[in-house]
């Protein structure tokens, strides 16, 4: 191997050789964001989930307020016809 062929290769390689850059001075760009119509429905969507509860307490104390009143009867039938019917 010959050593004075490094230079050649870096010659064709233009190793040596630097390009300067000029330097812009626009630094008036800024970032932008833009949210679809869809993300929006979403955020919307999101917080009015967020916004309701999770258990119907007015409900859920009519019922309490009938069981402990012995008013409350529910339809062994009934309740059983509803399980079998609902899919997992």
């Given at each position: 191997m010959r050593i004075d062929a490094i230079n050649r290769v870096s010659q064709l390689y233009q190793a040596n050789s630097t390009k300067k850059v000029a330097k812009t001075n626009n630094t008036e760009k800024f970032d932008s964001v833009q949210i679809s119509q869809m993300g929006k429905d979403y955020q919307v969507a999101k917080a009015a989930v967020a916004a309701t509860p999770d258990v119907r307490t007015d409900l859920v104390a009519?019922?309490?307020?009938r069981m402990q009143n012995g008013t409350y009867d529910v339809s062994m039938e009934m309740l059983a016809d509803k399980l079998l019917a609902k899919e997992i």
């Open positions: 009519d019922i309490k307020t």
